[in-house]
């Protein structure tokens, strides 16, 4: 039974299975770091609901849009029970008659400004811009009636403007049209209670506005807006021709929505973008249009859309087509310390290699507790870079993580190997592997190639390294070939 132990204990193959074995128990301690990051990444989520809930959300703009309301009366055959026409009854409904702006161009500014919840840092925004087209002259005639004998009686028309969260309005919006000054208000009758846009504001056409319309000309507009959001800026293009020119000094933009910008400059002094969307490639305004007839009026075609709609999705509209832009943090520590730790099983395994090449090579065995300590110390250097990266720049987190586990490495071998260089050395290859894994962070769009060719070099050395190893006589203390090919820098002396 001693024999068989011995023989166990110095077998080869039974090493290698240990570490192997090592190497899953280890995985453990991996997971559970995984686990606090991703609750730090859903706790800082959660941040940003709050400040979203208390302050302001990201914004969804909608117009301005004229609206004009009308009453359709019509006479209705009155029947008996025995269906005969037995006279007439008088019936109504109130509707909304919309119109979109001929051309509307937006020239703003977006000047960012972060807000906290906790150590969390939210991004937000506060755009300033001038909203500036012009409607085309009423036609009556444009007013679809439900009834062929129909007569319409017409509303003042008012303006009507809407953010998907209202309290982001940084005063009330000034507003010009027909050379008038029409006052915006929260709330204006007409519009059916059951329509998202019920909740915008409203601004009753009065004085040469008022005129205007009903002399059926032509009405420019002009309004000054200011509005407070987070971190996402999104734009319905409802005009037949929509432009825009949006300028920020926030030099990390993202751009989406339906429509992208036509064209955009992005330096480190901040983005310049432009975009012209046309009436003819986006369905925006028969959104708004299904959305202004609330629930018993939208179209079957357009209900079917979606569920979605701009700031309420209980409301249904289909979702809405916009340009968007996005002030994008540049790195977020959450999921730059998550894609660090999915290399944290390659990374211990290439250490404890390293350490079991040492034992295999210098005649120095390493107790399985020593290799555990080594390989914990690898899986806490992805924990000690996540605490540190919510309080330092990224790399600076980065820097000291990768330095500290680098220092303790070099200094621990240095007493395991019973030599300051050998200790030197090792500290040296994982200081290159760290940078290695650096550069895989910093360069996602090449990170599957660099880890291949990470992951196929070492395997190189390995391989090439052993290539002269007689594994059956290692196994039994008594190897072939007393000196491995191995290049010194590999293993110092």
Same mark, same amino acid.
């Given at each position: 039974? +001693?024999?068989?132990?011995?023989?166990?204990?110095?077998?080869?193959?039974?090493?290698?299975?240990?570490?192997? @074995? +090592?190497?899953?128990?280890?995985?453990?301690?991996?997971?559970?770091?995984?686990?606090?990051?991703?609750?730090?990444?859903?706790?800082?989520?959660?941040?940003?609901?709050?400040?979203?809930?208390?302050?302001?959300?990201?914004?969804?703009?909608?117009?301005?849009?004229?609206?004009?309301?009308?009453?359709?009366?019509?006479?209705?055959?009155?029947?008996?029970?025995?269906?005969?026409?037995?006279?007439?009854?008088?019936?109504?409904?109130?509707?909304?008659?919309?119109?979109?702006?001929?051309?509307?161009?937006?020239?703003?500014?977006?000047?960012?400004?972060?807000?906290?919840?906790?150590?969390?840092?939210?991004?937000?925004?506060?755009?300033?811009?001038?909203?500036?087209?012009?409607?085309?002259?009423?036609?009556?005639?444009?007013?679809?009636?439900?009834?062929?004998?129909?007569?319409?009686?017409?509303?003042?028309? @008012?303006?009507?403007?809407?953010?998907?969260?209202?309290?982001?309005?940084?005063?009330?919006?000034?507003?010009?049209?027909?050379?008038? %000054?029409?006052?915006?208000?929260?709330?204006?009758?007409?519009?059916?209670?059951?329509?998202?846009?019920?909740?915008?504001?409203?601004?009753?056409?009065?004085?040469?506005?008022?005129?205007?319309?009903?002399?059926?000309? $032509?009405?420019?507009?002009?309004?000054?807006?200011?509005?407070?959001?987070?971190?996402?800026?999104?734009?319905?293009?409802?005009?037949?021709?929509?432009?825009?020119?949006?300028?920020?000094?926030?030099?990390?933009?993202?751009?989406?929505?339906?429509?992208?910008?036509?064209?955009?400059?992005?330096?480190?002094?901040?983005?310049?973008?432009?975009?012209?969307?046309?009436?003819?490639?986006?369905?925006?305004?028969?959104?708004?249009?299904?959305?202004?007839?609330?629930?018993?009026?939208?179209?079957?075609?357009?209900?079917?859309?979606?569920?979605?709609?701009?700031?309420?999705?209980?409301?249904?509209?289909?979702?809405?087509?916009?340009?968007?832009?996005?002030?994008?943090?540049?790195?977020?520590?959450?999921?730059?310390?998550?894609?660090?730790?999915?290399?944290?099983?390659?990374?211990?395994?290439?250490?404890?290699? %390293?350490?079991?090449?040492?034992?295999? @090579?210098?005649?120095?065995?390493?107790?399985?507790?020593?290799?555990?300590?080594?390989?914990?110390?690898?899986?806490?250097?992805?924990?000690?870079?996540? %605490?540190?990266?919510?309080?330092?720049?990224?790399?600076?987190?980065?820097?000291?993580?990768?330095?500290?586990?680098?220092?303790?490495?070099?200094?621990?071998?240095?007493?395991?190997?019973?030599?300051?260089?050998?200790?030197?050395?090792?500290?040296?290859?994982?200081?290159?592997?760290?940078?290695?894994?650096?550069?895989?962070?910093?360069?996602?769009?090449?990170?599957?190639?660099?880890?291949? +060719?990470?992951?196929?070099?070492?395997?190189?050395?390995?391989?090439?390294?052993?290539?002269?190893?007689?594994?059956?006589?290692?196994?039994?203390?008594? $190897?072939?070939?007393?000196?491995?090919?191995?290049?010194?820098?590999?293993?110092?002396?």
């Amino acid at each position: 039974m +001693l024999q068989l132990l011995k023989a166990l204990q110095s077998s080869m193959l039974v090493k290698v299975a240990g570490l192997f @074995f +090592l190497l899953m128990l280890l995985c453990i301690p991996l997971a559970e770091i995984d686990s606090i990051n991703r609750g730090r990444g859903q706790s800082q989520r959660e941040a940003a609901q709050e400040l979203a809930d208390t302050y302001a959300g990201p914004q969804t703009m909608v117009g301005p849009l004229l609206l004009v309301p009308y009453v359709e009366r019509w006479m209705e055959p009155l029947r008996s029970a025995q269906g005969k026409v037995i006279g007439q009854e008088p019936r109504s409904k109130e509707m909304v008659h919309v119109v979109f702006p001929d051309k509307l161009h937006i020239e703003g500014t977006m000047a960012p400004q972060a807000r906290y919840r906790g150590i969390f840092k939210i991004p937000f925004y506060t755009l300033g811009a001038t909203l500036t087209g012009g409607f085309a002259a009423f036609d009556p005639k444009a007013v679809v009636r439900s009834e062929a004998d129909s007569k319409i009686e017409f509303k003042p028309p @008012f303006v009507a403007f809407n953010v998907s969260d209202l309290r982001g309005l940084d005063g009330s919006p000034a507003l010009m049209m027909g050379g008038e %000054a029409l006052r915006f208000k929260q709330r204006v009758p007409g519009i059916a209670d059951n329509a998202w846009f019920a909740d915008g504001i409203h601004a009753p056409a009065t004085g040469a506005a008022l005129a205007a319309w009903q002399a059926s000309t $032509p009405m420019t507009f002009e309004m000054k807006l200011g509005l407070v959001g987070q971190d996402t800026l999104a734009i319905a293009p409802i005009a037949e021709d929509t432009t825009a020119h949006l300028t920020s000094p926030w030099a990390h933009p993202s751009f989406g929505g339906r429509f992208l910008a036509a064209r955009r400059n992005v330096t480190p002094e901040g983005f310049d973008a432009h975009w012209r969307v046309s009436s003819l490639v986006t369905s925006a305004r028969e959104q708004v249009r299904a959305g202004l007839s609330g629930r018993g009026d939208v179209d079957a075609a357009a209900t079917a859309v979606a569920a979605a709609t701009v700031g309420h999705p209980q409301r249904n509209l289909g979702p809405l087509q916009t340009f968007d832009v996005s002030l994008a943090q540049p790195i977020n520590v959450y999921s730059m310390s998550t894609r660090a730790g999915k290399y944290g099983a390659l990374f211990i395994g290439l250490v404890i290699m %390293a350490a079991f090449m040492f034992e295999l @090579f210098r005649r120095q065995r390493m107790h399985p507790v020593q290799y555990g300590l080594v390989g914990l110390s690898i899986a806490l250097f992805f924990l000690l870079l996540l %605490a540190l990266s919510e309080k330092l720049a990224f790399w600076l987190a980065y820097a000291g993580a990768a330095g500290a586990s680098v220092l303790l490495l070099g200094i621990y071998f240095s007493a395991v190997l019973q030599s300051w260089k050998r200790g030197a050395g090792f500290g040296a290859y994982v200081a290159v592997l760290y940078g290695a894994l650096y550069g895989l962070l910093a360069s996602e769009s090449n990170a599957l190639l660099l880890g291949a +060719l990470l992951t196929f070099g070492m395997l190189t050395v390995l391989m090439l390294a052993t290539r002269k190893v007689d594994w059956y006589a290692l196994s039994t203390g008594n $190897p072939r070939t007393s000196d491995p090919v191995l290049p010194e820098a590999a293993v110092p002396a």
